[in-house]
């Protein structure tokens, strides 16, 4: 259903997952935006592209009357409840993908192929998110700054770190916005999907694994803690969401991807 005037936009395109996620798209033949938080980075990883020929990524340039795809990749990490680092955490992981996603609508309400929407996310999530609405999540997201803010440790019954509870927004936030969306004309449909794409031997993964001596490491692999087939390369992990941004649109309905296993919302 795609071609070469398909756009899609990928927000921490310069490197691991998020650069093979727009390498993988471009040799697919759509147009790719990288887009990347250090310009320089941002800007090499693109010339790096252009040199195996792939010349349809654009850095940076959101210069369109339309979007059809949009993988939200751009994350950081920190492990920890600390104030400042809670606080970047959710800036980013959270706020920042719901402003993205709410300033690009009237460009996915004009695409003609059904616009796809893929966050990339993890297995954290609200028991029963039906249960709550976008106010809840929003007063969640306070209440667990504040925790932070006072040092209470773990701050609530959800998660102890700030990216999991980052996640667990995410997901429950892709929810709401994919029922909020059900509605939009036939012809101008926008798909929400989140992929879990497994545990990766990406920057994130150092930052965790130096944490870790070897014996707690291999015994979080064993366990399944990182995914249930351990940690595998960026090139296996795309597969998840360029198979969400690819989907037919008969198979388009709202889904959480979890390293290619399916649930739907």
Not at 14 to 22: P, Q, S
Not at 29 to 51: M, N
Not at 69 to 79: E, G, M, P, Q, W
Not at 205 to 220: A, G, I, S, V
Request: aromatic fraction near 10%; include cysteine; proline fraction near 3%.
């Amino acid at each position: 259903w795609w071609s070469s005037e398909t756009v899609a936009v990928v927000t921490g395109g310069n490197k691991g997952i998020g650069l093979e996620v727009v390498r993988r798209l471009a040799l697919e033949g759509l147009t790719v935006i990288l887009t990347a938080g250090d310009s320089g980075r941002g800007l090499k990883s693109t010339q790096f592209l252009h040199a195996q020929g792939l010349h349809n990524v654009v850095f940076q340039k959101l210069d369109v009357r339309r979007l059809d795809i949009l993988v939200n990749n751009a994350a950081v990490f920190h492990n920890n409840c600390v104030f400042e680092n809670a606080f970047e955490t959710l800036k980013i992981n959270y706020r920042g993908i719901v402003a993205v996603i709410e300033e690009l609508l009237p460009l996915f309400r004009a695409s003609h192929v059904g616009a796809r929407i893929v966050n990339m996310s993890s297995f954290k999530q609200l028991n029963e998110p039906s249960q709550f609405d976008e106010y809840f999540l929003i007063e969640l997201d306070r209440d667990f700054l504040e925790a932070c803010r006072l040092g209470n440790g773990g701050p609530n019954r959800y998660s102890n770190t700030a990216y999991q509870f980052s996640k667990i927004l995410i997901n429950a936030h892709s929810r709401f916005l994919a029922i909020r969306l059900a509605d939009e004309p036939d012809d101008h449909k926008i798909y929400v999907h989140n992929a879990h794409p497994g545990f990766l031997r990406t920057d994130m993964h150092r930052k965790l694994f130096h944490k870790l001596d070897d014996e707690m490491y291999q015994k979080q692999v064993t366990s399944g803690t990182f995914a249930r087939d351990g940690v595998i390369e960026a090139e296996e992990g795309a597969d998840t969401p360029v198979l969400l941004c690819l989907l037919s649109p008969d198979d388009c309905v709202p889904k959480f991807f979890a390293v290619l296993r399916c649930r739907v919302y």
